[in-house]
């Protein structure tokens, strides 16, 4: 487990590298955003930006994006992992976004996890990204690097989830999960991680490290 007097200088260095991190995923808007994280599931942010940079100029709103429907919002995905599945879903999630919230994304966890696709990362990411909530979206990076340096170990996403909750300094709360998600992708690699790159290397539990 990462020491407790470790932590504010981890997240203060990853701040000092990166002050204002954001999604690489490419959205104008919150429903873009939705449909851009639903999309990406076992799936990489290129090559759904990739996809999307076709599909939101036709349907950036929930009812344009159902007035497409399955097949046509299908041909914009085809790239896309898994996207027969994700069209279905993307679509009957529009459906319930028209029918029952008035074409716009709700705010509320209950009401996100109600979508189809839609699952607690997602919405996660969402409440984050759109409306500034300091969740914490554990994908395999983030649940990569809680459990690597000590920060957040736990067998589940979830359980990490529910230690970075306990654990991040509230000043670091909003933006700890991009910073988290980064560092797994660009330097706390899964095969080899960076170590002698690693800016954050002094407060990690991880041993042994790899060396240059």
Not at 45 to 74: C, H, Q, S, Y
Not at 111 to 118: K, N, R, S
Not at 163 to 180: E, M, N, Q, S
Not at 185 to 205: F, G, H, I, N, S
Request: glycine fraction near 6%; proline fraction near 7%; charge should be positive.
């Amino acid at each position: 487990m990462m020491k407790n007097e470790s932590i504010e200088p981890f997240f203060a260095t990853l701040r000092a590298a990166n002050p204002q991190p954001a999604s690489e995923l490419e959205y104008t808007n919150v429903f873009e955003l939705l449909a851009a994280v639903l999309l990406s599931a076992q799936a990489t942010d290129a090559g759904v930006n990739k996809a999307t940079r076709r599909l939101f100029p036709i349907a950036n709103t929930p009812a344009k994006m159902l007035a497409l429907g399955v097949e046509g919002v299908t041909e914009y995905i085809k790239t896309i992992g898994l996207y027969r599945n994700k069209a279905k879903n993307l679509v009957e999630t529009c459906r319930i976004l028209v029918e029952q919230h008035g074409g716009e994304v709700p705010r509320s966890r209950e009401a996100l996890e109600a979508l189809p696709g839609v699952g607690r990362k997602t919405a996660n990411v969402v409440l984050n990204v759109a409306f500034g909530e300091p969740t914490f979206a554990v994908d395999t990076h983030v649940f990569r690097v809680g459990n690597r340096t000590g920060l957040a170990p736990g067998k589940t996403p979830y359980d990490v989830e529910l230690k970075l909750l306990d654990r991040v300094p509230d000043p670091y709360r909003v933006d700890a999960h991009h910073w988290l998600i980064l560092h797994g992708r660009y330097v706390c690699q899964a095969r080899k991680p960076l170590c002698p790159q690693c800016a954050v290397a002094r407060w990690c539990e991880f041993e042994p490290k790899t060396r240059a």
